[in-house]
């Protein structure tokens, strides 16, 4: 999963020149924020009970990335 993140960070970043990339996953799932975190993505929140799920409410962290802070970005 970390490599085709990784390849579509440099998509994002180096072909559509976006500036900031974002991304959420549930809180209880460990895999996802680790490959975020793998990637050099920061978490910038946790939005606590915002999701419902099989009559749960979950929560969210958000985590992101500045094209200047990506290697091998082209500016």
């Known amino acids: 999963?970390?490599?085709s993140a990784r390849?579509?960070?440099n998509v994002?970043?180096?072909?559509?020149k976006l500036h900031r990339v974002w991304a959420t996953c549930h809180a209880q799932n460990r895999a996802s924020y680790r490959v975020m975190e793998k990637?050099?993505?920061?978490?910038?929140?946790?939005f606590l009970k915002n999701a419902m799920e099989k009559g749960e409410w979950r929560d969210t962290?958000?985590?992101a990335i500045l094209a200047?802070?990506?290697p091998g970005a082209s500016q």
Do not use: I, K
Request: no cysteine; charged share 25%.
């Open 1 to 3: 999963m970390t490599e």
């Open 7 to 9: 390849a579509v960070l």
């Open 12 to 16: 994002a970043f180096n072909e559509l």
């Open 39 to 46: 990637l050099g993505m920061r978490p910038e929140g946790l």
């Open 61 to 63: 962290y958000l985590h």
């Open 68 to 70: 200047e802070e990506w």
